[in-house]
């Protein structure tokens, strides 16, 4: 049998909540049916608290603060890890690139609602908010 090096991409992201303990999110254009968590792919060699910082800023104008881990998550059909960082704000108003942001808004998401905001059970904030 011949070796195949990995195939995986590792990707992150951040929760990031306000004073009002809402959620920032963002839409996409090839996923408007659901908002995410602000994130993306990491760069070769590029530290994934570094990664989640620049993402982070590109999607939405804001400046972020990695202060823990709150899961690593695998996708198998798509071999990706995925790192989801907790974050504190430190500086910044939302600004979008529109090329690739649909919209980006800090939304209250609880148990009533979430289901309404996030329509995709790998992207579940629940487990990530407790």
Not at 25 to 46: A, F, K, Q, Y
Not at 62 to 76: D, H, K, Q
Not at 95 to 114: C, D, G, H, V, W
Request: hydrophobic share 35%; proline share 5%; with cysteine.
């Amino acid at each position: 049998m011949k070796y195949e090096p990995p195939k995986h991409a590792v990707s992150v992201s951040a929760l990031v909540m306000n004073e009002k303990n809402e959620v920032l999110l963002l839409r996409t254009h090839w996923r408007s049916d659901t908002w995410e968590m602000p994130g993306g792919n990491v760069e070769v060699g590029e530290p994934l608290d570094k990664a989640v910082c620049r993402e982070f800023l590109e999607e939405t104008g804001i400046v972020i603060r990695p202060v823990g881990i709150t899961g690593v998550y695998y996708n198998a059909t798509k071999y990706n890890l995925s790192v989801v960082f907790k974050a504190e704000y430190v500086s910044g108003e939302i600004k979008i690139q529109p090329e690739e942001i649909k919209e980006a808004r800090y939304i209250e998401i609880n148990n009533s609602n979430i289901d309404q905001y996030i329509t995709r059970p790998q992207q579940n904030l629940g487990r990530l908010m407790q």
